[in-house]
């Protein structure tokens, strides 16, 4: 049996506080940064500042974003995704989830030229996958667990309900991520699959693209499948891609 989770509680932003955020999403996706160098951007109702900083290993970086609403009006920042991938890579390789202050920290990012972007629309498992270890690593029972052990597929939907998302493990390892969408406007973007670990590393991360399924018109596809070897507990996440990223 499927098992669905994933969904984000609460309903959409509606009035200034969406068009704050919509203003965020669109300012955050034209913004870079280097090792050194952090970013600003201010736009009417908002305004963001990206700080890199290094590590105490000296070679890496944490990065702190920040986004700042003009006025007091109430922003529901909470779980917003910003992604960082370097200039010329397909892979995601940050990934930050805004609190309800609109802060959020990129915690290990490998020095290098980012860009920055917000996914159209995205999802994750609000629990971390079935396949990962569940104890404290060190302990009897995470060194006896079979993390390699196959798993049912588990469903999750993008809090929009445009795109859902299918994982599973097979018995001989392989983790497959599958994807559909009746949204025809979606045909031919790119969903980004990230696997990110709990100290919000990501552990892997991959693009596919959405093509049409011949036996159903209208339904949008996507699949992605590899072999992952997990030590630590991760969770998974997706989401489409802006058509400039």
């Known amino acids: 049996m499927m098992q669905e989770s994933g969904r984000r509680r609460g309903g959409p932003q509606s009035g200034q506080g969406h068009e704050i955020v919509r203003e965020a999403a669109q300012l955050l996706s034209r ?76 915690t290990r990012l490998q020095p290098d030229d980012y860009h920055l972007f917000v996914p159209e629309c995205y999802g994750r498992s609000e629990e971390f996958l079935p396949f990962c270890p569940h104890h404290d690593l060190g302990s009897l029972a995470a060194a006896t667990e079979d993390v390699e052990a196959p798993f049912e597929p588990h469903i999750y939907d993008s809090p929009d309900g445009s795109l859902r998302a299918t994982v599973h493990r097979t018995a001989e390892g392989t983790t497959i991520a599958a994807f559909e969408t009746w949204e025809t406007s979606l045909a031919g973007a790119v969903v980004y699959v990230a696997f990110v670990l709990e100290s919000g590393d990501v552990l892997q991360s991959a693009e596919v693209q959405l093509t049409p399924v011949e036996e159903e018109p209208g339904l949008l596809e996507a699949r992605w499948e590899a072999e992952i070897e997990l030590t630590e507990r991760c969770t998974f996440e997706f989401g489409v891609l802006p058509r400039d990223a």
Do not use: H, K
Request: glycine fraction near 14%; charged fraction near 15%; proline fraction near 4%.
């Open 31 to 106: 913004m870079s940064f280097w090792s050194n160098r952090g970013a600003y951007a201010e736009g009417r109702y908002v305004a963001i500042s990206v700080d890199p900083r290094w590590n105490d290993d000296n070679g890496t970086i944490q990065v702190a974003l920040t986004c700042y609403a003009f006025g007091s009006g109430q922003v529901d920042w909470q779980g917003l995704p910003v992604l960082a991938r370097p200039a010329g890579n397909a892979s995601v390789y940050g990934i930050a989830r805004l609190d309800a202050r609109g802060q959020g920290i990129m």
